[in-house]
């Protein structure tokens, strides 16, 4: 009598999706790469539309070549119209006519969208051309349920310079102005402790977390939006995601390591390496 073939287990149910619109990073410590190893670390599925690609390593930026608007819009629809997505994160998106292209295909998309508004890179080469930081301003912003301007981002988009914690508010009000659900500024360029401020304009939560004096820290705000978008997928809601984020990227952070002659990368794998 033979024995009955096994039964086929069912098939897995697909993770919550999350699609990143940014820039590649060739050394793999920020842009792109750097959001799906964070994707991966929080256990969902990424996916990518590129706008352009650099030629990048440990010492700065050394080329940006922007990719044709075409190329761009295809990728983005090729996902969400088959595939689709529980959150969006947009970074490094390089010119003004690729910035408006992602506002308007983000029209497309209902999901939270997480901004990182990227306008330098670490070692201070600049990645958005002047004449775009107005259209995100007026189109990009407006789109963005949490927006995660770092200090010299803030000053980028409004004008406001923050000298110290309290001049936080101030910042975000300003950028709360330009029309995200919820901002968050990252303090981190502060003396002292690391402060940022989360807030929509009613609410407001101060997250303080100890200073690491760590010289390898390539990719950070890529990693933090990114984990953001993946924990909002998840159904956090923007406190939990922001917090469970920040989590994460301090641990990376002080995970991270050497690589090249320059500024190492956080450690996107380091909860797997405990």
Sequence with gaps: MSESPPTAAPPAAAP???????????????????????MLAFGVHGMSAIVAVTAQNSLGVHGVWDLPSDAVRAQIRAVVDDIGVDAVKTGMLSSAALVALVATELDRVDAPVVVDPVGVSKHGDPLLAPDAVDVVRRELMPRATIATPNLDEVRLLTGVTVRDAADLPRAAAAMLALGPRWVLVKGGHLPG???????D???????????????????????????????????????????AAKDYVSGALAAGFP????????????RHRR
């Design 201 to 243: 304009g009613s609410t407001e939560i101060l997250l303080r977390s100890r200073r690491l004096d760590r010289r390898h820290t390539h990719g950070t705000g890529c990693t933090l939006a990114s984990a953001i978008a993946s924990r909002l997928a998840r159904g956090d809601s923007p406190t939990q995601a922001v917090r």
């Design 193 to 199: 402790d690391a402060i940022d401020l989360l807030t």
């Design 259 to 270: 690589l090249g002659a320059g500024i190492g990368p956080v450690d996107h794998g380091y």
């Design 16 to 38: 919550p999706r999350v699609l990143t619109i940014a820039g590649s990073d060739s050394g793999g410590g920020a842009g792109i790469q750097a959001d799906l190893k964070t």
